[in-house]
Protein backbone atom coordinates (compact mmCIF):
# COMPACT_ATOMS: atom_id res chain seq x y z
CA UNK A 1 0.00 0.00 0.00
CA UNK A 2 1.06 3.59 -0.84
CA UNK A 3 0.46 6.72 0.26
CA UNK A 4 -0.63 9.33 -3.03
CA UNK A 5 -1.28 13.17 -2.44
CA UNK A 6 -3.76 13.96 -5.57
CA UNK A 7 -3.72 17.69 -6.31
CA UNK A 8 -7.30 18.74 -8.20
CA UNK A 9 -8.25 15.49 -6.78
CA UNK A 10 -12.11 16.97 -6.16
CA UNK A 11 -12.50 17.53 -9.90
CA UNK A 12 -13.90 15.43 -12.68
CA UNK A 13 -11.11 13.35 -13.42
CA UNK A 14 -8.79 13.66 -9.89
CA UNK A 15 -11.86 12.14 -8.41
CA UNK A 16 -12.02 9.20 -10.58
CA UNK A 17 -8.32 8.65 -10.30
CA UNK A 18 -8.91 8.72 -6.36
CA UNK A 19 -11.55 5.91 -6.52
CA UNK A 20 -9.43 3.45 -8.54
CA UNK A 21 -6.46 4.03 -6.46
CA UNK A 22 -8.63 3.10 -2.72
CA UNK A 23 -10.14 0.41 -4.96
CA UNK A 24 -6.58 -0.67 -5.23
CA UNK A 25 -5.78 -0.55 -1.56
CA UNK A 26 -3.55 2.82 -1.35
CA UNK A 27 -4.21 5.49 1.00
CA UNK A 28 -5.37 8.69 -0.59
CA UNK A 29 -4.78 12.61 0.12
CA UNK A 30 -6.44 15.15 -1.87
CA UNK A 31 -5.87 18.97 -2.21
CA UNK A 32 -8.36 21.24 -4.09
CA UNK A 33 -9.61 24.24 -4.13
CA UNK A 34 -13.48 22.58 -4.32
CA UNK A 35 -15.13 21.22 -1.59
CA UNK A 36 -15.11 17.70 -1.72
CA UNK A 37 -17.93 16.52 0.83
CA UNK A 38 -18.28 13.59 3.73
CA UNK A 39 -14.49 12.45 3.06
CA UNK A 40 -11.83 12.25 5.35
CA UNK A 41 -9.00 12.43 3.13
CA UNK A 42 -9.72 15.68 1.17
CA UNK A 43 -7.92 19.33 2.38
CA UNK A 44 -9.46 22.39 0.91
CA UNK A 45 -6.56 24.74 -0.30
CA UNK A 46 -4.82 25.99 -3.15
CA UNK A 47 -1.73 24.98 -4.78
CA UNK A 48 -0.58 28.71 -5.01
CA UNK A 49 -0.41 28.16 -1.65
CA UNK A 50 2.87 26.36 -0.48
CA UNK A 51 2.13 25.76 3.07
CA UNK A 52 -0.63 24.39 1.99
CA UNK A 53 1.04 21.90 -0.34
CA UNK A 54 3.90 21.16 1.73
CA UNK A 55 2.07 20.28 4.86
CA UNK A 56 -0.91 18.19 2.85
CA UNK A 57 1.83 15.94 1.23
CA UNK A 58 3.69 14.79 4.24
CA UNK A 59 4.31 11.57 4.44
CA UNK A 60 2.80 10.96 0.68
CA UNK A 61 4.88 8.75 -1.31
CA UNK A 62 3.77 9.57 -4.85
CA UNK A 63 1.89 12.76 -6.10
CA UNK A 64 -0.65 13.09 -9.10
CA UNK A 65 -0.74 16.83 -9.88
CA UNK A 66 -4.03 17.32 -11.86
CA UNK A 67 -5.10 20.99 -10.50
CA UNK A 68 -5.24 23.25 -13.04
CA UNK A 69 -7.18 26.18 -14.88
CA UNK A 70 -8.44 24.73 -17.79
CA UNK A 71 -10.97 25.21 -20.49
CA UNK A 72 -9.97 27.11 -23.80
CA UNK A 73 -12.39 30.02 -23.32
CA UNK A 74 -11.59 30.63 -19.63
CA UNK A 75 -7.38 30.19 -19.73
CA UNK A 76 -7.72 32.92 -22.89
CA UNK A 77 -9.98 35.08 -20.96
CA UNK A 78 -7.51 34.79 -17.86
CA UNK A 79 -4.62 34.36 -19.21
CA UNK A 80 -2.20 35.51 -16.10
CA UNK A 81 -4.27 33.69 -14.19
CA UNK A 82 -3.75 30.43 -16.61
CA UNK A 83 -0.11 31.15 -16.18
CA UNK A 84 -0.76 31.60 -12.28
CA UNK A 85 -1.78 27.89 -11.23
CA UNK A 86 -0.80 26.24 -13.81
CA UNK A 87 3.00 27.26 -13.87
CA UNK A 88 3.51 28.96 -10.46
CA UNK A 89 1.29 26.26 -8.83
CA UNK A 90 3.34 23.29 -10.67
CA UNK A 91 6.38 24.92 -9.05
CA UNK A 92 4.54 24.93 -5.51
CA UNK A 93 3.97 21.31 -6.04
CA UNK A 94 7.32 19.92 -7.30
CA UNK A 95 9.27 22.38 -4.75
CA UNK A 96 6.67 20.43 -1.80
CA UNK A 97 7.88 16.92 -3.76
CA UNK A 98 11.47 17.46 -3.45
CA UNK A 99 11.12 19.09 0.07
CA UNK A 100 8.76 15.50 1.33
CA UNK A 101 11.16 12.95 -0.67
CA UNK A 102 8.11 11.88 -2.70
CA UNK A 103 9.22 9.01 -4.99
CA UNK A 104 7.62 10.08 -8.03
CA UNK A 105 4.78 12.12 -9.57
CA UNK A 106 2.67 12.08 -12.49
CA UNK A 107 1.16 15.01 -14.14
CA UNK A 108 -1.37 15.26 -16.24
CA UNK A 109 -0.62 17.24 -19.23
CA UNK A 110 -3.05 17.85 -22.73
CA UNK A 111 -3.53 16.90 -26.06
CA UNK A 112 -3.64 20.50 -26.66
CA UNK A 113 0.57 20.86 -26.68
CA UNK A 114 -0.07 18.80 -30.17
CA UNK A 115 -2.41 21.84 -31.73
CA UNK A 116 -3.10 20.79 -35.14
CA UNK A 117 -1.24 17.90 -36.69
CA UNK A 118 -0.54 17.50 -40.67
CA UNK A 119 -0.13 13.56 -39.49
CA UNK A 120 -2.77 11.84 -37.70
CA UNK A 121 -3.14 9.57 -35.22
CA UNK A 122 -0.58 11.55 -33.11
CA UNK A 123 1.84 9.85 -31.27
CA UNK A 124 4.36 10.93 -28.58
CA UNK A 125 6.81 11.64 -31.22
CA UNK A 126 4.50 13.62 -33.22
CA UNK A 127 5.72 17.75 -33.16
CA UNK A 128 4.31 19.74 -30.61
CA UNK A 129 2.44 22.83 -32.01
CA UNK A 130 0.59 24.44 -28.83
CA UNK A 131 -1.42 27.04 -30.28
CA UNK A 132 -2.92 28.17 -26.52
CA UNK A 133 -2.13 29.85 -23.34
CA UNK A 134 -3.48 26.42 -21.50
CA UNK A 135 -1.52 24.04 -24.11
CA UNK A 136 1.90 26.21 -23.48
CA UNK A 137 1.31 25.85 -19.95
CA UNK A 138 1.02 22.43 -19.83
CA UNK A 139 4.02 22.26 -21.88
CA UNK A 140 6.15 24.55 -19.70
CA UNK A 141 4.84 22.09 -16.75
CA UNK A 142 6.45 19.04 -18.80
CA UNK A 143 9.69 21.10 -18.88
CA UNK A 144 9.38 21.69 -15.20
CA UNK A 145 9.01 18.21 -14.63
CA UNK A 146 12.22 17.16 -16.87
CA UNK A 147 14.19 19.99 -14.95
CA UNK A 148 13.21 18.82 -11.42
CA UNK A 149 14.61 15.30 -12.06
CA UNK A 150 17.98 16.41 -13.67
CA UNK A 151 18.39 18.58 -10.32
CA UNK A 152 16.53 16.73 -7.79
CA UNK A 153 16.37 13.20 -9.29
CA UNK A 154 12.13 13.32 -8.69
CA UNK A 155 11.19 10.49 -10.89
CA UNK A 156 7.90 11.41 -12.82
CA UNK A 157 5.96 10.64 -16.03
CA UNK A 158 3.54 12.66 -17.99
CA UNK A 159 0.27 11.95 -19.42
CA UNK A 160 -1.36 13.82 -22.39
CA UNK A 161 -5.29 12.95 -22.09
CA UNK A 162 -7.19 13.11 -25.10
CA UNK A 163 -10.94 14.17 -24.90
CA UNK A 164 -11.51 12.59 -21.39
CA UNK A 165 -16.14 12.43 -20.65
CA UNK A 166 -18.12 11.08 -18.11
CA UNK A 167 -20.45 11.79 -15.93
CA UNK A 168 -19.38 14.31 -13.38
CA UNK A 169 -17.46 16.71 -15.92
CA UNK A 170 -18.94 19.95 -16.24
CA UNK A 171 -21.55 20.84 -19.05
CA UNK A 172 -19.01 22.99 -20.80
CA UNK A 173 -17.82 20.27 -22.12
CA UNK A 174 -18.82 18.49 -25.30
CA UNK A 175 -20.39 15.60 -24.35
CA UNK A 176 -22.06 17.01 -21.30
CA UNK A 177 -23.50 19.75 -22.79
CA UNK A 178 -25.10 17.25 -26.03
CA UNK A 179 -26.55 15.32 -23.31
CA UNK A 180 -28.17 17.83 -21.07
CA UNK A 181 -29.05 20.07 -24.32
CA UNK A 182 -31.39 16.97 -25.80
CA UNK A 183 -32.60 16.08 -22.33
CA UNK A 184 -34.58 18.68 -22.31
CA UNK A 185 -35.41 18.64 -25.60
CA UNK A 186 -33.53 21.14 -27.29
CA UNK A 187 -31.44 21.03 -29.91
CA UNK A 188 -27.29 19.94 -29.35
CA UNK A 189 -25.16 22.92 -30.52
CA UNK A 190 -22.50 22.36 -32.94
CA UNK A 191 -19.84 25.34 -33.46
CA UNK A 192 -18.62 25.27 -37.08
CA UNK A 193 -19.49 22.54 -39.77
CA UNK A 194 -19.43 19.58 -36.97
CA UNK A 195 -16.60 17.76 -38.91
CA UNK A 196 -13.98 17.92 -36.22
CA UNK A 197 -13.13 14.81 -35.11
CA UNK A 198 -12.08 13.56 -31.94
CA UNK A 199 -11.16 10.36 -30.34
CA UNK A 200 -13.26 10.58 -26.68
CA UNK A 201 -12.44 8.56 -23.92
CA UNK A 202 -14.09 7.47 -20.32
CA UNK A 203 -13.06 8.08 -17.37
CA UNK A 204 -12.25 5.50 -15.53
CA UNK A 205 -10.16 4.15 -18.43
CA UNK A 206 -8.30 7.28 -18.08
CA UNK A 207 -8.08 6.94 -14.93
CA UNK A 208 -6.70 3.58 -15.15
CA UNK A 209 -4.06 4.46 -17.14
CA UNK A 210 -2.73 7.54 -14.72
CA UNK A 211 -2.54 5.02 -11.98
CA UNK A 212 -0.73 2.77 -14.32
CA UNK A 213 2.01 5.31 -15.03
CA UNK A 214 2.37 6.07 -11.17
CA UNK A 215 3.34 2.43 -10.37
CA UNK A 216 5.15 1.45 -14.06
CA UNK A 217 9.15 2.04 -13.20
CA UNK A 218 9.35 1.42 -17.05
CA UNK A 219 7.47 4.56 -17.19
CA UNK A 220 9.52 6.83 -15.43
CA UNK A 221 11.02 10.21 -17.84
CA UNK A 222 8.39 9.25 -20.47
CA UNK A 223 5.66 11.03 -21.95
CA UNK A 224 1.92 8.42 -22.80
CA UNK A 225 -0.68 9.51 -25.13
CA UNK A 226 -4.05 8.78 -22.47
CA UNK A 227 -7.75 8.21 -24.55
CA UNK A 228 -9.43 5.82 -26.10
CA UNK A 229 -8.40 5.33 -30.30
CA UNK A 230 -11.38 2.93 -31.35
CA UNK A 231 -13.75 5.34 -32.59
CA UNK A 232 -12.83 8.71 -33.48
CA UNK A 233 -15.86 10.70 -34.73
CA UNK A 234 -17.12 14.09 -35.79
CA UNK A 235 -18.57 16.44 -33.99
CA UNK A 236 -21.74 16.09 -36.17
CA UNK A 237 -21.86 11.90 -35.70
CA UNK A 238 -21.71 12.62 -32.23
CA UNK A 239 -24.68 15.06 -31.78
CA UNK A 240 -26.55 12.58 -34.18
CA UNK A 241 -25.30 9.45 -31.92
CA UNK A 242 -26.66 11.29 -28.76
CA UNK A 243 -29.53 12.22 -30.39
CA UNK A 244 -30.41 8.34 -31.56
CA UNK A 245 -29.38 7.31 -27.84
CA UNK A 246 -31.73 9.36 -26.00
CA UNK A 247 -34.46 8.42 -28.48
CA UNK A 248 -35.30 12.07 -29.17
CA UNK A 249 -35.17 11.45 -33.08
CA UNK A 250 -37.08 14.83 -33.89
CA UNK A 251 -34.71 17.27 -32.22
CA UNK A 252 -31.79 18.10 -35.38
CA UNK A 253 -28.03 19.87 -34.27
CA UNK A 254 -28.55 23.54 -34.71
CA UNK A 255 -25.32 25.08 -36.57
CA UNK A 256 -23.19 28.55 -34.98
CA UNK A 257 -21.01 30.11 -36.47
CA UNK A 258 -17.33 29.16 -35.02
CA UNK A 259 -16.81 32.73 -33.76
CA UNK A 260 -19.05 32.13 -31.04
CA UNK A 261 -17.48 29.33 -29.46
CA UNK A 262 -15.18 28.38 -27.07
CA UNK A 263 -12.81 29.05 -29.74
CA UNK A 264 -12.18 30.77 -32.61
CA UNK A 265 -11.27 29.42 -35.73
CA UNK A 266 -7.63 30.01 -35.48
CA UNK A 267 -7.66 27.91 -32.37
CA UNK A 268 -9.28 24.45 -33.10
CA UNK A 269 -7.95 22.18 -33.58
CA UNK A 270 -9.46 19.49 -36.60
CA UNK A 271 -8.08 16.38 -36.08
CA UNK A 272 -7.48 14.82 -32.66
CA UNK A 273 -6.51 11.41 -32.67
CA UNK A 274 -4.19 9.94 -30.55
CA UNK A 275 -2.26 6.40 -30.94
CA UNK A 276 -1.94 5.03 -27.22
CA UNK A 277 0.43 2.04 -28.55
CA UNK A 278 2.97 2.96 -26.32
CA UNK A 279 0.84 3.37 -23.22
CA UNK A 280 -0.37 -0.62 -24.40
CA UNK A 281 3.04 -1.49 -24.98
CA UNK A 282 4.63 0.49 -21.73
CA UNK A 283 1.60 0.88 -18.76
CA UNK A 284 -0.74 -1.84 -19.92
CA UNK A 285 -3.37 0.44 -20.78
CA UNK A 286 -6.03 -0.46 -22.54
CA UNK A 287 -9.43 1.33 -22.42
CA UNK A 288 -12.82 -0.62 -22.67
CA UNK A 289 -15.63 1.15 -22.49
CA UNK A 290 -17.33 1.95 -25.74
CA UNK A 291 -18.77 5.39 -26.70
CA UNK A 292 -22.01 3.98 -26.73
CA UNK A 293 -21.71 2.68 -22.73
CA UNK A 294 -20.12 5.82 -21.93
CA UNK A 295 -22.65 8.35 -23.49
CA UNK A 296 -25.54 5.85 -22.14
CA UNK A 297 -23.91 6.36 -18.59
CA UNK A 298 -24.40 10.10 -18.97
CA UNK A 299 -27.38 10.34 -20.05
CA UNK A 300 -28.47 7.83 -16.99
CA UNK A 301 -26.43 10.16 -14.98
CA UNK A 302 -28.40 13.76 -16.17
CA UNK A 303 -31.40 11.70 -15.70
CA UNK A 304 -30.72 10.55 -12.42
CA UNK A 305 -29.27 14.00 -11.02
CA UNK A 306 -30.20 16.92 -13.25
CA UNK A 307 -33.30 16.86 -14.54
CA UNK A 308 -35.10 15.59 -11.45
CA UNK A 309 -34.15 18.89 -9.46
N1 LIG B 1 -11.00 16.64 -19.14
C1 LIG B 1 -10.16 16.44 -20.15
O1 LIG B 1 -10.55 15.95 -21.22
C2 LIG B 1 -8.70 16.79 -20.02
C3 LIG B 1 -7.89 16.71 -21.17
C4 LIG B 1 -6.55 17.02 -21.06
C5 LIG B 1 -5.99 17.35 -19.83
N2 LIG B 1 -6.78 17.43 -18.74
C6 LIG B 1 -6.14 17.79 -17.47
O2 LIG B 1 -6.58 16.92 -16.44
C7 LIG B 1 -6.61 17.62 -15.19
C8 LIG B 1 -7.98 17.45 -14.54
O3 LIG B 1 -8.98 17.99 -15.39
P1 LIG B 1 -10.55 17.79 -15.14
O4 LIG B 1 -11.18 17.59 -16.44
O5 LIG B 1 -10.76 16.82 -14.04
O6 LIG B 1 -10.97 19.27 -14.67
P2 LIG B 1 -11.62 19.78 -13.31
O7 LIG B 1 -11.81 21.26 -13.48
O8 LIG B 1 -12.79 18.96 -12.94
O9 LIG B 1 -10.44 19.51 -12.25
C9 LIG B 1 -9.43 20.44 -11.97
C10 LIG B 1 -9.44 20.65 -10.47
O10 LIG B 1 -8.37 21.52 -10.13
C11 LIG B 1 -8.82 22.33 -9.07
N3 LIG B 1 -8.02 23.54 -8.98
C12 LIG B 1 -7.98 24.59 -9.84
N4 LIG B 1 -7.15 25.54 -9.38
C13 LIG B 1 -6.64 25.07 -8.21
C14 LIG B 1 -5.74 25.58 -7.25
N5 LIG B 1 -5.18 26.78 -7.40
N6 LIG B 1 -5.44 24.83 -6.16
C15 LIG B 1 -6.01 23.62 -5.99
N7 LIG B 1 -6.88 23.08 -6.85
C16 LIG B 1 -7.20 23.81 -7.93
C17 LIG B 1 -10.28 22.64 -9.40
O11 LIG B 1 -11.00 23.05 -8.25
C18 LIG B 1 -10.74 21.31 -9.98
O12 LIG B 1 -11.36 20.50 -8.99
C19 LIG B 1 -6.24 19.07 -15.50
O13 LIG B 1 -4.87 19.23 -15.23
C20 LIG B 1 -6.50 19.20 -17.00
O14 LIG B 1 -5.67 20.18 -17.56
C21 LIG B 1 -8.13 17.16 -18.80
Redo the contacts with the bound molecule.
Keep these: MSSILI ?2 G ?5 SAVAKELISQGHKVKT ?4 VLKNVGYHKM ?4 DPYSVTTQMRGSDYVIH ?5 GVKRTEARRLECLY ?1 NIQ ?1 MVNVLEACVKNNVKKIVF ?5 VYGNQKKVPISEESPVNPISNYAIT ?1 LVGEEYLRAYHEAYSLDYSVVR ?5 GEE ?2 DN ?1 VISKFVRAVCQNKPPVIYGDGQQVRSFCYVSDAAKGIVNSLFCKEANGRVFNIGNDSEPISVKKLAEKTINLIGKNGISPQYVAMENSDRTKKREVYNRIPTIEKARKVLQYSPKVSLDEGITNVINYWNRNELKV
Excluded at 66 to 70: F, G, K, T
Aim: hydrophobic letters at 50%.
Design positions: TGAGFIGLDLAGSILLAAALIGTSSSEKLFNIYQRF
